[in-house]
């Protein structure tokens, strides 16, 4: 009688197919596909910070694997999910390339945790292995030197080949065995050792070998809730980041006509003389849009503008297209010249910008807000500044004369 699923994945890592009965059915449920229970199979459900294998089952494809209490449940994909039947003898193949990819990690992950428990003294709270992995340390910090004596140690055990092997013990007997973390669980306990380096529960699966797990490189880190969170990648993971950062070198080490070691350098360079020449630009359109105050206020004063009250001058500006922060500089070079009230607004985009200088004159939040509902837009402010958008087209023009009228009446 079907008891549990036998785990083939504990002792036979490597193993790519497999033949197995179907001891149970489950039917899709709340959006979930139709699952299978083996009595035993290759495939790794989601476990321990690794995620699951994929691969096909009966030529279905598996699309999730799933712990559940002592069985192993297989969620299939495609509409032939239905035919698979209790009794039934079914083949299992696992994708390989996610599955080693998946071993290289893991592998990684134990290798690392236990230096920088050896380097920094670092213990891992916690990990997660997926397309990016991680490693969270209870480490307030770390500095670049430390990172790189880190992924120094990593990287010499990975070149002394040292053998990785499992086996089952006894809870009782695991702390005996060194291991880097206490076991909380009870009963037979799988042991995953790095040999003279590393000994951890673990049930996930691993290569056999340090030199398999390939280049491990320490990508970045970051704070989080006090601790540190390390990213990494390990084997066809850190050759193909090696990949795309050695085509970006060589590209502008090209366009930069410098030899590699030399592009930083060179981009240095690049990137202030790119400043130098944006700082010259900003004053330069500064000093214009200051001529382009003085003469709307100096055609203004020769009747282009509306008087209000007393000398207060009013004027409408409709722009077209035309950076905001470029827009706002102007109303400030020209409310700070002169007294008077600008109305602008982009006829594109319906952004609507009202500005007045400083002193006695109307609340131009409210005048805002009521011209803005007027043509269905909205917006805000302080009484000597205001902001707000509308639709684009005929809206500006309507929310302009609105306040225009307001402002003059005031």
Request: with cysteine; proline share 3%; aromatic share 6%.
């Amino acid at each position: 009688m079907y008891s549990s699923t036998e785990r083939l994945y504990y002792t036979e890592a490597y193993r790519r197919t497999f033949t197995a009965g179907v001891a149970a059915v489950v039917p899709g449920a709340a959006g979930r596909p139709a699952g299978v229970v083996l009595d035993r199979t290759a495939f790794y459900p989601t476990s321990g910070g690794q995620p699951h294998d994929t691969g096909t089952l009966a030529g279905l494809p598996v699309i999730d694997v799933m712990d559940e209490g002592d069985d192993v449940l297989h969620i299939l994909g495609g509409p032939g999910a239905a035919a698979v039947a209790v009794g039934a003898d079914v083949e299992g193949t696992i994708d390989w390339r996610r599955r080693f990819d998946h071993m290289q990690q893991h592998t990684a992950q134990h290798v690392l945790s236990a230096a920088f428990l050896r380097v920094l003294g670092a213990e891992t709270v916690s990990v997660h292995l997926g397309d990016s992995s991680t490693l969270d340390l209870e480490l307030s910090s770390l500095a670049p030197e430390d990172a790189r004596r880190v992924e120094e140690a990593v990287n010499q055990v990975v070149f002394e080949n040292r053998p990785v092997t499992a086996r089952f013990v006894e809870a009782s007997e695991a702390d005996a065995l060194g291991l880097r973390r206490p076991a909380r669980r009870t009963g037979a306990l799988r042991v995953v050792e790095v040999e003279e380096y590393d000994r951890s529960a673990c049930g996930g699966t691993h290569v056999r070998g340090t030199a398999e797990i390939g280049p491990v490189l320490l990508r970045r880190s970051e704070r989080t809730r006090g601790r540190t969170r390390v990213e990494f990648l390990a084997g066809w993971r850190a050759l193909e980041d090696y990949r795309r950062k050695h085509a970006l070198i060589a590209e502008w080490s090209a366009r930069l006509t410098v030899g590699e070691r030399e592009v930083g350098e060179a981009l240095d360079r690049l990137a202030s003389a790119a400043q130098e020449r944006e700082r010259a630009l900003t004053d330069a359109r500064r000093r214009l849009v200051g001529y382009e105050a003085g003469e709307r206020l100096a055609a203004a004063a020769s009747g282009g503008g509306v008087a209000a009250a007393g000398d207060l001058v009013i004027m409408k500006l409709e722009v077209p297209q035309r950076e905001v922060d470029e827009l706002r500089l102007l109303l400030r070079e020209m409310t700070a010249r002169g007294r008077c009230v600008v109305l602008a607004g982009i006829v594109e985009t319906g952004r609507v910008f009202f500005a007045r200088s400083s002193g006695d004159g109307p609340d131009l939040a409210a005048v805002l807000g009521r011209a803005c509902r007027a043509a269905g837009g909205r917006g805000g402010g302080s009484a000597e500044f205001a902001q707000g958008a509308v639709p684009p087209g005929e809206a500006v023009t309507r929310a302009l004369a609105v306040a225009e009228q307001e402002v003059r009446g005031a």
